[in-house]
């Protein structure tokens, strides 16, 4: 089995920063691309970036040149620091790792999410 844990979120003005964390535990051999998505209330999920185990970056239209994608792959970890937030990033954020198991196995996992609110 494999988790995911997300943390870092919370409640911030617009204009402000948060960074989130997410660390993946458990059978591992390798962890393929990783990624941050979102869930706004009454909408569907949207990706926010992705970053390949190469460093190759990929970001929604909307977020781009205010958020950063990174990873540490000795850590298992990938982060997202959100800059110049808005009311519209205002959402459930779910982290996502394409996971090469220990058995060879490769399983698309989720995070449960964290909860980011910006006020206006």
């Known amino acids: 089995q494999v988790q995911l844990v997300e943390s870092g979120g919370g409640l911030v003005q617009a204009g402000g920063s948060l960074r989130l964390s997410c660390v993946a535990s458990?059978?591992?051999?390798?962890?393929?691309?990783m990624g941050w998505y979102r869930q706004a209330p009454g909408k569907q999920r949207e990706l926010v970036a992705t970053?390949?185990?190469?460093?190759?970056?990929n970001y929604a239209d909307s977020v781009k040149g205010r958020f950063t994608i990174s990873r540490d792959n000795a850590k298992n970890t990938v982060y997202l620091q959100m800059n110049s937030l808005k009311p519209e990033d205002t959402a459930v954020y779910y982290c996502?790792?394409?996971?090469?198991?220990?058995?060879?196995?490769?399983?698309?996992?989720w995070g449960k999410g964290t909860l980011v609110t910006v006020s206006s």
């Open positions: 996502n790792a394409g996971v090469v198991t220990t058995t060879y196995y490769v399983i698309n996992y």
């Open positions: 458990g059978n591992i051999f390798r962890i393929n691309a």
């Open positions: 970053i390949t185990n190469g460093g190759s970056t």
